[in-house]
Nanobody
């Protein structure tokens, strides 16, 4: 069974940092591009970032220069380092495969003073 488990969310002040993790199992992780998607309170899903199977990355305009996505195929794990966090980054963050067919349960990120 495909499993994706996010962790690392929490409460942080504006300007702070968090590192989200996505631990996966049940599929050949190294064969798949992966993505992070978020849903802010009262808003729809927003694609945030993606990484191809060799480490190439792309980012949504709202997070470019602040967020960095990475992966370790040997660990079947993906991360997203989030720096210079803003209140508008407050959301539930989900990891998913690159085609957005499989999703984790989400981890809450709250950026607040």
């Amino acid at each position: 069974e495909v499993q994706l488990v996010e962790s690392g969310g929490g409460l942080v002040q504006p300007g702070g940092s968090l590192r989200l993790s996505c631990a996966t199992s049940g599929f050949t992780f190294s064969f798949y591009a992966m993505s992070w998607v978020r849903q802010a309170p009262g808003k729809g899903l927003e694609w945030v970032s993606a990484i191809d199977r060799t480490g190439g990355t792309i980012y949504g305009d709202s997070v470019k220069g602040r967020f960095t996505i990475s992966r370790d195929n040997a660990k079947n794990t993906m991360w997203m380092q989030m720096n210079s966090l803003k209140p508008e980054d407050t959301a539930v963050y989900y990891c998913a495969n690159g085609a957005l067919l499989n999703w984790g349960q989400g981890t809450q990120v709250t950026v607040s003073s």
